[in-house]
Nanobody, 126 residues
Framework: VQLQASGGGLVQPGGSLRLSCAASGFTLDHYAIGWFRQAPGKEREGLSCISGSDGRTYYGDSVKGRVTISSNDAKNTVYLQMNGLKPDDTAVYYC????????????????????WGKGTQVTVSS
């Protein structure tokens, strides 16, 4: 099982990015895929999750209304569209898989998810 996050970069405040999480070794209908982020000196935060079994989506309070999670089963890839980015969104963003979506909060334990991908850096700055 492998997850590969990509799509990060430098963006100006108010800008948008779309992150991708490519999964291999399993199909999306078997796992929930979540997006998380961690900034230096801060705890890991759960942002969004999509359930593999029924496609339900969940969002954390800090990003609700600004991000959209979606999946492309043919590409075995989950996306996180982020709009209205702020400097506080600067962090390393990770995707991870688990049987069910976790509670999306600050301080999500690493062992709450079964598999983690390497992160992708998002920097929001003018």
């Amino acid at each position: 099982v492998q997850l590969q996050a990509s799509g990060g970069g430098l963006v100006q405040p108010g800008g948008s990015l779309r992150l991708s999480c490519a999964a291999s070794g399993f199909t999306l209908d078997h796992y929930a895929i979540g997006w998380f982020r961690q900034a230096p000196g801060k705890e890991r935060e759960g942002l969004s999750c999509i359930s593999g079994s029924d496609g339900r989506t969940y969002y954390g309070d800090s990003v609700k209304g600004r991000v959209t999670i979606s999946s492309n089963d043919a590409k075995n890839t989950v996306y996180l569209q982020m709009n209205g980015l702020k400097p506080d969104d600067t962090a390393v963003y990770y995707c991870a898989a688990a049987a069910i979506c976790p509670r999306l909060r600050i301080g999500v334990p690493v062992d709450r998810m079964n598999y983690w991908g390497k992160g992708t850096q998002v920097t929001v700055s003018s």
